[in-house]
């Protein structure tokens, strides 16, 4: 069964950095599209960053464009989102999630396979 494992999030003050890692196991997960959503409290869950697995192509919202990095580690399985510069309005519960092709879409409900979520907070 194929299983996502989210680690590394934490309590941040902003300027501040922290790197998520995204474990997948289950399956192989070198073919298709992964990324990273975010939920804050009393929000919907929101696009961040999003690769295509094997080529290494990379999109992002233009809210974290330039302060985020998104990369994978293909031997170990495993997705990481580097986030710098954070700032109060990124604290939410981070998300990894894959799809079941290579064409990365923006939208939640084009992934189908979900992480339990990392709580990020930032204080000011």
């Given at each position: 069964q194929a299983q996502l494992v989210e680690s590394g999030g934490?309590?941040?003050q902003a300027g501040g950095s922290?790197?998520?890692?995204?474990?997948?196991?289950?399956?192989?997960?070198?073919?298709v599209a992964m990324g990273w959503f975010r939920q804050a409290?009393?929000?919907?869950?929101?696009?961040?960053?999003?690769?295509?697995?094997?080529?290494?192509?990379?999109?992002?919202?233009?809210?974290?464009?330039?302060?985020f990095t998104i990369s994978r580690d293909n031997a170990k399985n495993t997705m990481y989102l580097q986030m710098n510069s954070l700032k109060p309005e990124d604290t939410a519960v981070?998300?990894?999630?894959?799809?079941t092709t290579s064409v990365v879409v923006t939208t939640a409900s084009g992934y189908s396979y979900w992480g339990q979520g990392t709580q990020v907070t930032v204080s000011s």
């Open positions: 934490g309590l941040v922290l790197r998520l890692s995204c474990a997948a196991s289950g399956r192989t997960f070198s073919s409290p009393g929000k919907g869950r929101e696009f961040v960053a999003a690769i295509r697995w094997s080529g290494g192509a990379t999109y992002f919202a233009d809210s974290v464009k330039g302060r981070y998300y990894c999630a894959a799809r």
